[in-house]
């Protein structure tokens, strides 16, 4: 499964559990996929994207290190820890935006 995220506030990303505001979608993990969200109010917005490979609700990890795929909007450069919200937030403008997020695997 691919559990996705959306948050407008830098205080929940990347996981956003804890945001009441939060967009969430999970969809089956088949190759390409095309998430849709609508009825978004303009605004600066980040997307997390976990691939819960083993279906557990939750990202493995081993040593600190991600064992299942992630990804986030604006696929923005990062090493140790998630990126910082302002390197995934992009703008929605007139309900119209897209983004093409790539999926890293580091084990």
């Known amino acids: 499964m691919l559990h996705i995220c959306v948050t407008r506030d830098d205080d929940y990303f990347p996981d956003c559990e804890e945001d009441p505001n939060r967009i969430t ?56 820890g998630p990126p910082a919200f302002s390197a995934a937030r992009f703008t929605l403008s007139n309900g119209e935006g897209r983004q093409d997020i790539r999926m890293r695997y580091f084990l």
């Open 25 to 80: 979608r999970s969809i089956r993990a088949d190759g390409s996929l095309t998430a849709r969200f609508t009825n978004l109010p303009s605004g600066g917005y980040a997307v997390s994207i976990v691939h819960d490979e083993n279906s557990n609700d939750r990202l493995d990890r081993f040593a600190g290190i991600p064992r299942e795929g992630i990804g986030f909007s604006r696929n923005p450069r990062f090493t140790f």
